[in-house]
């Protein structure tokens, strides 16, 4: 047996090829949606590679040794802070003082060499697994209980105090990351580049995040509380359409009001899009397993009733190892961070991402309520700057407006300016402004792509690969940068986003 060759990855000047030639040893990994790692084999490397649909063998990684039985905080570089196992067994159980973990890793034979498994780390991120702490808990638990026991007898005045009680030592959090956390990209981010590195390449194909080689994705939703937001959705598709931007309403099937078919007819007339949000908006959809899955079995038949395809949960309560009970095509329950909302954590991440069969779309910006009563702030200057973080890591703005809210004298002029902004960005750079299904039907195409060697040139196969954009990622004096190219021709575009570096 040869000699393992191994070598420190700290310095990142690439190591020139005078060919580019990847790996394709292994067996192509299956195209199925996963959610957790076993740590061995194909499956460290499942999340990248569902991230960038890359050339087969690309991403290949190798454990440092046995994990730890316990899981910690500990940090791979800077802004990516990891939750997990790790065979170093350096780990915090707090997300402050790390230990940095950059430094250990190594390059055996042009395979990274890891003291933790990607995918495990990606997917505690993205399942929220490093909030789920006793405290954590037990705090939302109660105020939970406490809110919904006096919503009945409170006025609105009260509920926004109770609301800005709960959140008062929100700035206190320092992670996830506000505004906007994306240290999933950064954890990504860092481990393509590294590995362009460990195999001596310079650059990389996969297949563009969006159709049509678009910088990011719009999606907006409504969510309707009462039966005064639903008297005005038609008013707010109105206000939608002036702008040319097109939503998806999130309706509550019971108790709150009636959902009349005249309404889901004129929503779908009107080419908006119609999601069923919870079953009766009380709170308790997941108290206990037991009675979600009785309530999954009532709003899965809404679902069909309404021809909606898209679920959310009302205050986004979620458990997501319980979402294989419903049988949606997505999920939209899942904030970014989420310091003020009831239910804290975030999925530190601005990209969809599969839980089982069902795509999450995350909350990926501040909902209108928290901004106008929570915050206080009567401008779009927090969208705005939410919006700059996520187009830099070229992902999904999902906003969240209320038309119980939205269409009062002092907020429409605001939400108006948010739709007017949003409107003249995409007029500069190129945004795909879309529905939540039409995201769900183009994330489930690319993620059965792959990029194959034809002769000298790169091909994307798999179905919808008429929208589909072959991208680079390049290696520029140890910085990542992506670059968008034509089948057959030079690169067209280098994307305005900031280059990555480690």
């Excluded at 990855?9 to 040893?25: E, G, H, K, W, Y």
């Excluded at 065979?87 to 395979?111: I, M, N, Q």
């Excluded at 038309?403 to 939400?415: G, K, Q, R, S, T």
């Excluded at 195409?445 to 792959?450: D, E, F, G, H, V």
Aim: hydrophobic content about 40%; overall charge negative; proline content about 5%.
């Amino acid at each position: 047996m040869r000699a393992a060759r191994t070598a420190k990855i700290t310095d990142m000047t690439p190591r020139l090829a005078s060919t580019m030639q990847l790996n394709f040893v292994r067996e192509r990994h299956l195209n199925v949606p996963r959610t957790a790692s076993c740590g061995t084999g194909d499956m460290l490397n499942q999340a990248l590679n569902d991230h960038y649909r890359c050339p087969d063998g690309f991403f290949d990684y190798l454990l440092a040794g046995p994990l730890s039985a316990d899981q910690g905080y500990f940090q791979f570089g800077p802004n990516a802070i990891c939750y997990g196992r790790s065979s170093s067994g350096r780990y915090s159980a707090e997300p402050d003082l790390l230990s940095d973990t950059l430094p250990d890793v190594t390059d055996d034979e042009g395979r990274l060499v890891l003291g933790f498994d990607p995918s495990e780390i990606i997917d505690n991120l993205r399942l929220e697994r490093y909030a789920k702490t006793a405290n954590a808990v037990l705090g939302t638990e109660f105020f939970r209980r406490l809110y919904y026991l006096l919503r009945p007898f409170t006025s609105l005045s009260i509920r926004k105090r109770l609301q800005r009680f709960h959140a008062r030592a929100w700035k206190n959090q320092s992670f996830p990351t506000w505004p906007v956390d994306t240290t999933v990209e950064e954890i990504s981010q860092r481990l393509f580049l590294m590995s362009m590195g460990a195999k001596g390449m310079n650059r990389v194909p996969f297949v563009w995040f969006w159709p049509n080689g678009a910088n990011g994705c719009v999606t907006m939703t409504h969510d309707v509380e009462t039966r005064a937001g639903r008297d005005r959705c038609v008013d707010l598709m109105d206000v939608d359409d002036a702008f040319g931007i097109k939503a998806a309403f999130g309706l509550v099937p019971e108790e709150r009001y009636t959902v009349n078919a005249s309404l889901l007819d004129k929503i779908a007339e009107r080419d908006f899009e119609v999601m069923v949000q919870d079953l009766n908006h009380d709170g308790r959809l997941f108290d206990k397993r037991e009675e979600f899955e009785r309530r999954a079995k009532i709003i899965n038949r809404y679902g069909r009733e309404y021809g909606a395809a898209g679920f959310r949960a009302a205050v986004l309560y979620r458990k997501p190892e319980w979402f294989d009970a419903l049988e949606f095509a997505f999920d939209m329950s899942v904030p970014n961070v989420a310091h003020l909302d009831p239910q804290r954590g975030g999925c530190c991440t601005v990209m969809p991402y599969f839980i089982g069969n069902v795509l999450e779309l995350p909350v990926t910006t501040i909902q209108d309520y928290t901004l106008f009563h929570i915050l206080n702030e009567p401008s779009i200057d927090l969208w705005k700057m939410q919006i700059d973080l996520v187009l830099r890591k070229n992902g999904f703005l999902s906003f969240i407006v209320h038309p119980d809210y939205v269409m009062e004298e002092n907020a429409l002029p605001i939400y108006e300016g948010l739709l007017a902004y949003l409107r003249e960005l995409a007029g500069r750079v190129p945004i795909w402004c879309a529905l939540p299904r039409e995201v769900d039907s183009w994330w489930r195409a690319r993620s059965k792509m792959s990029v194959v060697k034809e002769g000298n040139s790169w091909r994307i196969h798999g179905d919808d690969t008429g929208r589909a954009v072959l991208a680079y990622a390049s290696n520029v004096d140890g910085k990542l940068r992506y670059e968008l190219a034509s089948v057959g021709e030079p690169v067209t575009r280098m994307l305005d986003s900031d280059p990555y570096s480690i």
